[in-house]
């Protein structure tokens, strides 16, 4: 899921079902550009959200917080939700990706996933890649004159959102049919890495294909190393707080192609049985040796990753779903299930883009398969939601189609999700957003704790003050130690989540008009770890 463009699915006229697949192509999302490779559809327990705090109390009541990660893909590479276009200034740009925080903020999410390196180029001055040309609106890697990764870290941090660092490892570039350089090493920035080691180069599909790019060879070990390098970059220098990969390795299959490898097969993948196992192998390194990276770096730093929604069919293998679509294993060399049952990710986030009762890949069927497939380990399951497929044909046109599909995770004990993408949550089409919205988001959540990150819970805050105002009723506290701040107020038999914050002051814009309340307030480590509440303070009705 690379990007959150315009789905890859029918549409009711030939011309525009190929503009769309070929757009698919150029980002990559595994989100719509691989739902119609399954097929063309024509269109438990309860509750399994954690509940913080255990058995603290606020002037006597138990405190309760969800833990459920919340949160959206915003992509970048064709423009599709950020920046809106190439070459915009500064200011505008920094106003539009605020306005998408901002949005996050308004539905309850906690976390947002930005992609910073869509194909081999970078959000961030890197030594690695050139300037991203969907920022700058240029292809000579010129420097635009700020930090966006700065920027983007410091003001989702501002908000209290976690910022994921979304990477493609090896793309190079873009299809021509969507502006790319296609398979054009010439047309490449004059910096980029491809043009300084054309060995590694990849051409796929062949270059008189519609499509045609270029890619990092996963086969050959210094290419590798190096894409490991140009991310590591990112998370080194900047205080991000996970580092994600969508579906992207090895590319979906085209007919009658094969990916030109043998030189290198040749070369590195004697000691394997066939190439297939071989290309296996060459993603599991990449994935097995991030994680290890990014632990020896920053041991709070999050890895996860996207898959594609089947590893594979139960009629391949037993372990596999009841399903009988595109296999990852199989078919993109991704054995997702193998980097789970390694503990090689801290989370990881399925693409299940179909519908409840789809035959050839039931939302229902799969779901269940990931929680088994998770059980266990300390890998954390989120889903991925298909918002963009609402108001498609079918099942689709239904808006309660995605409030289903978040009831029934619940029920399997899914830990969050994450919406692809930030401009359909933004569209709200047919009301599908809000009316989720309202039934699983409508309080604040925390981001669920994650038992082999670091834990330093932080020592009870001290509120200082809190009082009304015109814009309801604010706090104040001090604390020591905490990355950010969950604040509760008392209503009825319990204390519940009402806000959180990164800063030592917050305003209850929700609070009740009509009598007396009390607040307390904790805090929380960089991993989630909540410490001990705060003594209450109440502030009388007015």
């Known amino acids: 899921m690379s990007a959150a463009a315009p789905p890859v699915h029918r549409r009711r006229t030939r011309t525009l079902v190929a503009v769309i697949t070929t757009l698919a192509m150029a980002v990559g999302v595994g989100a719509w550009s691989l739902r119609d490779r399954v097929v063309d559809d024509g269109g438990a327990r309860e509750p399994a959200i954690g509940t913080a705090t255990g058995t603290a109390s606020c002037a006597g009541r138990p405190v309760r917080a969800p833990r459920e990660l919340r949160g959206m893909w915003i992509t970048t590479v064709n423009n599709i939700d950020w920046p809106s276009r190439r070459g915009l200034p500064a200011e505008t740009a920094k106003a539009e990706f605020r306005g998408w925080l901002d949005l996050a903020v308004r539905r309850n999410h906690n976390a947002v996933f930005v992609h910073v390196r869509p194909s081999g180029d970078a959000l961030w001055p890197s030594r ?235 939302y229902a069927k799969l779901l269940p398969w990931w929680a088994a497939t998770v059980k266990g380990t300390r890998v954390q399951l989120y889903i991925g939601q298909a918002d963009y497929r609402v108001g498609e044909r079918g099942a689709w046109r239904d808006p309660a189609e995605l409030d289903r599909q978040l009831t029934l995770n619940r029920r399997y004990g899914v830990n969050g999700s994450v919406h692809f993408s930030a401009r359909q949550v933004r569209a709200d089409k047919l009301g599908a957003v809000s009316r989720y919205s309202r039934a699983h988001y409508a309080d604040p959540a925390l981001v669920p704790a994650m038992a082999q990150l670091p834990a330093a819970p932080p020592a009870a805050p001290a509120v200082a003050d809190v009082r009304r105002g015109t814009g309801g009723v604010a706090l104040t506290w001090r604390g020591d130690g905490a990355t950010s701040f969950a604040v509760y107020r008392v209503d009825g038999d319990v204390a519940r989540l009402v806000g959180t914050a990164r800063g030592t002051a917050w305003v209850d814009r929700t609070a009740p008009a009509d009598r007396s309340l009390s607040y307390c307030v904790s805090g929380l480590d960089r991993s989630g770890n909540e410490g001990r509440i705060s003594a209450p303070m109440s502030v009388p009705a007015p």
Do not use: C
Not at 225 to 230: A, G, K, P
Not at 307 to 325: E, H
């Open 128 to 362: 690695y890649a050139p300037w991203s040309e969907w920022l700058t609106g240029r292809r000579d890697g010129r420097d635009p004159g700020w930090d966006p990764m700065e920027f983007m870290v410091a003001e989702a941090h501002a908000r209290n959102l976690e910022f994921h660092a979304w990477f493609n490892p090896y793309r190079g570039g873009q299809p021509a049919t969507v502006g790319g350089p296609g398979p054009r090493l010439d047309q490449l920035a004059p910096t980029h890495p491809l043009r300084q080691h054309p060995d590694w180069v990849v051409t796929y599909p062949s270059a008189d294909r519609p499509g045609s790019r270029l890619y990092f060879n996963p086969g050959i070990p210094e290419a590798r190393t190096f894409v490991e390098d140009s991310m590591l970059e990112a998370v080194q220098r900047y205080d991000v707080d996970g580092v994600h990969f969508d579906d992207f390795f090895y590319p979906y299959p085209e007919a009658g192609q094969d990916f030109p490898d043998d030189a290198a097969f040749a070369r590195y993948g004697r000691r394997f049985a066939d190439k297939h196992a071989w290309r296996r192998d060459n993603v599991n390194t990449l994935v097995r040796e991030m994680s290890e990276r990014i632990k020896a770096m920053k041991p709070w730093v999050k890895f996860g990753i996207s898959p594609f929604g089947i590893w594979r069919n139960k009629r391949t293998d037993p372990a596999g779903s009841a399903t009988t679509g595109l296999q990852s294993y199989d078919d993109i060399y991704a054995d997702t299930r193998l980097w789970v049952r390694e503990q090689w990710l801290d989370y990881v986030v399925p693409q299940l883009y179909w519908h409840i009762g789809f035959g050839k890949a039931d």
